[in-house]
């Protein structure tokens, strides 16, 4: 509650001291400056946003993928063992019933 509170006296302030710069008639370029300053600002935080949301979203795809070749390969892998251990009991029964 009370970062909430100094955030909007901190937004009040910041408000104020805009308007105040509105009302100076001769610093028309101070008042471009922080219009501008204030958009850049903006700008980069909705850019780093999205960067890291996209790069979070990356990853997890990326963690997906290799959980699902790990499962493919591990089911391959216990399909083969059991071929080759079926192979080799029918071999071994073979060589020893005849």
Do not use: P, W
Not at 32 to 59: D, F, G, N, Q
Not at 64 to 75: C, F, I, Y
Not at 78 to 93: P, S
């Amino acid at each position: 509650m009370i970062g909430k509170s100094y955030n909007y006296i901190t937004l009040i302030i910041y408000v104020s001291f805009f308007f105040r710069l509105l009302r100076l008639k001769s610093d028309y370029y101070v008042v471009v400056v922080v219009v501008v300053v204030v958009v850049v600002v903006v700008v980069v935080v909705v850019v780093v946003v999205v960067v890291v949301v996209v790069a979070v979203e990356v990853v997890l795809v990326v963690v997906v993928v290799v959980v699902v070749v790990v499962v493919v390969v591990v089911v391959v892998v216990v399909v083969v063992v059991v071929i080759v251990v079926v192979v080799v009991i029918v071999v071994v029964v073979v060589v020893v019933v005849y």
